[in-house]
């Protein structure tokens, strides 16, 4: 369907009532696999050789059986205590049976009718400090499949292409699938709620130490459900469900993409059918999958080589009090700790900067200076470069250059030279003062002898001082920087002028 023929999007929330169900998958950061001692490369930035980081029980080898992996267990109980849900005294593991090239074993060790987690609620902000409370269904775990690469075709999809290369090396990576109940009330925010709640989640995960939760790597990735019902209807509509989108804003995108398409259609008298669909990220929009899969069609069935797991409840009570702060109570206090308004808070938020930041305050920067070098100077070399910020420098480092301007060693001018020599890696702030010579000249008689030149060179200057014409004083001053090659106090240096006009 093309943009042309969707309904607008006022025109289709007057008709219809938008639904939302969301599953997150979490790629665990455990340093094995999930039922094989095979390495677990989800945080290789650099990726890893196809088809190396395998093992037999990845393959579906004849004779090999499944260990589970102790540490994704407790990884997901902690998950489970974050999203609030109860954890099961007992529960177990099933074969989910599908034949597609990404699954060597023709199944997937997953759970069914016993998550280890369920019945949950995540409190979800949006960017104004709307509160959202999005229930949650289940997080169980599982194992995920291996990666298909298409290859011939113009969009590096399957259709199109010439032929598949599959890579085993993510078959057996442990997950956690996080499934939500339907989401209601939403309205015309349902877009930007389906993205914030992607965002609390891979906040959760990233606060719990268990995921790297990179969603351009694919450690965390979203289907996104979508259904709409007309006005005053109790029925739900038939849901299609957006697979594997792996941006915040691709996730806004599509859900708003897919309550115009299907308010399109049913408006037209057509019906809605239960699929997959894939987001296509240039032109924005989706396309058809494969018809859905209901419960029965995967046979889902015990898995005959795994005990149920029964979690000691003093166990789940020590992960519990070792719980962090949840990232929606951490970023009320910061924000009313270090006094930002609203949007200067958002904005760190949105830029993923609010650990750094954090960090720099700690290491004892004030808010407001951590705040400018990173959402400033930083951010912009970062951007011309097109390099990672955290890279450029340290959160030590810029709290120790606010420490130079704090102690007038540096003015904020001088402060920029010495950040261009620290991302130069010639040292600490204070070792770049020093071997470039940067320090503030606070010797009044070169100063008195800088501003004694510029009145010489501007005689009519001192006379308006004197008149009561104080803002002449600007034009002295900034000769005697110039002069000075910046490394002046300019507060200083007016001093000194008014000094000599009162004399």
Known sequence: MSKADLMDFDEALERYEPVIGLEVHVELSTQTKMFSPAPNMSGNLEGEAPNTAIGPVDLGLPGTLPVV??????????????????????????????????????????????????????????EDGTVFNVEIERAHMEEDAGKLTHVGGSTG?????????VDYNRAGVPLVEIVTRPIFGGEARTPELAAAYVATIRDIVRSLGI?????????????????????????????????????????????????????ALLAAGGTITQETRHWHEDTGRTS????????DDYRYFPEPDLMPLRPDRALVERLRAELPEAPVEKRRRLREEWGFGPQEFQDIVNSDLLEVVAETIAAGAPAAGARKWWMGELSRIANERQVALTSLATP????????????????????????????????????????????????????????????????????????????????IIGAVMKAMKGQADAARVRELILERAAQ
């Open 157 to 165: 999809r399957i259709q199109g292409a010439d032929a598949s290369l």
């Open 211 to 263: 995921s790297y939760a990179r969603m351009e790597r694919g450690n965390l990735r979203c289907d996104a459900n979508v259904s709409l019902r007309p006005r005053g209807e109790q029925k739900l509509g038939t849901r299609t469900e957006t697979k594997n989108v792996n941006s915040f804003r691709s996730i806004e995108r599509a859900v708003r993409y897919e309550i115009q398409r299907q308010a």
């Open 69 to 126: 992996n102790e540490q994704a267990v407790l990884y997901s109980i902690s998950l489970g205590l974050a999203l609030g849900c109860e954890i099961a005294e007992v529960s177990g593991f099933a074969r989910k049976n599908y034949f597609y090239p990404d699954n060597p074993k023709n199944y997937q060790i997953s759970q069914y009718d016993d998550p280890i987690a369920h019945d949950g609620r995540v409190e979800v902000q949006l």
């Open 396 to 475: 030590q480092q810029v709290a120790d250059l606010e420490a130079l301007i704090a102690a007038g060693t540096v003015n904020d001018r001088l402060a920029r030279q010495v950040l261009e020599g620290v991302i130069a890696g010639e040292g600490t702030p204070a070792e770049v003062v020093d071997a470039r010579g940067l320090a503030v000249v606070s010797d009044d008689g070169a100063l008195v002898a800088a501003i004694d030149e510029a009145l010489a060179a501007q005689p009519d200057v001192l006379a308006k001082i004197k008149d009561g014409k104080v803002q002449a004083a600007g034009a």
């Open 288 to 295: 058809a999958g494969r018809v859905k899969s209901d419960a």
